[in-house]
């Protein structure tokens, strides 16, 4: 029997999940869920059903796991505790400073409900957390550094399109390539933020825009890119989609780490990421571990999970015995 998964959102992420779903033997698509008019939305899938967000909690024996893709800022928040008393979820939460009263929030609700909720999968959080968690445990004298890019922050895209006279804009991270060489070479630096990247603007301005006042906006603006060294360019909407359509990304986690009774030898760990589609990457991961709650579910677990708490075997469609075979 196949895992029937629902899709609620579809926009990048959603349609990122459909196309991984295609490459799950074991999985289908059962449905899609949306907040705008369903009869206006076309899928790729032929002949799965697209309904109203509203109209999901009746099809609860139809769906064997929800994926959730809204965003983190209001829609998760708010969706996740909602749908997890009624179906296994997952989501992709990545509002760092608000994992636990999610985490809190979710588990709440998957209990009542009796289903498993897996929350903040994708690549960080999720599998960059995982290699940092395995390097700190091996490696537990030591330090651990996180880049993120080449590639567009879509968080930080829609915080320039805020800015008043703002049409568009694109955003890239991008690492300080020798504060990534430092740490690679062992010499475990201490690095501000200001030294581990910088930002990159690319900025459609509307006609009569002042762009002096957006410029300083955006690299002043808390929280955002006022502790990174930023440059803006200011270019036409053909230029924008010309040459900044497409949403790259990637990064690294390295551990850098020392064993020996007295610390005398040296050790570094790196884990890597070059995607050319983050929204499809991060729903990739999404679709692996919807088969991990399914899985969890089927065990009699119930409760919020996080990608520390699940066991890699859960993940993959290939049994322990092939597992053992193939991998180990």
Not at 167 to 190: F, H
Not at 205 to 225: H, Q, V, W
């Amino acid at each position: 029997m196949s895992i029937r998964i629902g899709i609620m959102g579809y926009g990048n992420l959603g349609r990122g999940v459909e196309c991984a779903i295609r490459q799950n033997p074991d999985m289908e698509l059962a449905a899609v869920f949306t907040r705008r008019d369903p009869k206006n939305l076309t899928i790729l899938t032929p002949d799965v059903p697209v309904y109203a967000a509203e109209d999901a909690v009746k099809m609860q024996d139809q769906i064997d796991v929800m994926i959730l893709c809204g965003g983190s800022a209001t829609d998760l928040p708010v969706q996740t505790p909602f749908y997890a008393e009624y179906f296994n979820v997952i989501d992709s939460f990545d509002t760092h400073a608000k994992v636990p009263e999610h985490f809190e929030a979710v588990d709440q609700a998957a209990k009542k409900g009796g289903k498993v909720a897996i929350m903040s999968v994708g690549w960080d959080p999720g599998m960059f957390s995982l290699n940092r968690a395995y390097a700190e445990a091996v490696l537990p004298q030591g330090s651990v550094y996180t880049f993120w890019g080449k590639g567009v922050s879509q968080g930080h895209s829609d915080a320039i399109r805020r800015i008043e006279g703002v049409l568009d804009a694109r955003q890239y991270t991008i690492p300080v390539e020798a504060a990534l060489e430092a740490v690679r070479s062992g010499k475990d630096p201490e690095l501000t933020t200001r030294q581990k990247h910088t930002r990159e603007c690319f900025v459609v301005a509307k006609p009569g825009a002042d762009l002096s006042r957006i410029e300083e906006e955006i690299k002043t603006m808390p929280n955002y890119f006022d502790e990174y060294d930023t440059t803006v360019h200011f270019i036409t909407e053909e230029a924008l989609k010309r040459d900044h359509s497409a949403l790259p990304h990637g990064g690294f986690v390295i551990r850098s780490g020392r064993t020996g009774w007295n610390a005398e030898n040296h050790h570094v760990i790196e884990y890597s990421l070059k995607l050319d589609s983050n929204p499809e990457f991060t729903s990739s991961i999404l679709v692996a571990y919807a088969r991990a709650a399914y899985r969890l579910q089927q065990e009699g677990v119930s409760g919020c999970k996080t990608v520390l708490d699940i066991a890699p075997a859960y993940l993959s469609a290939k049994s322990g015995e092939e597992l053992r075979k193939s991998l180990l």
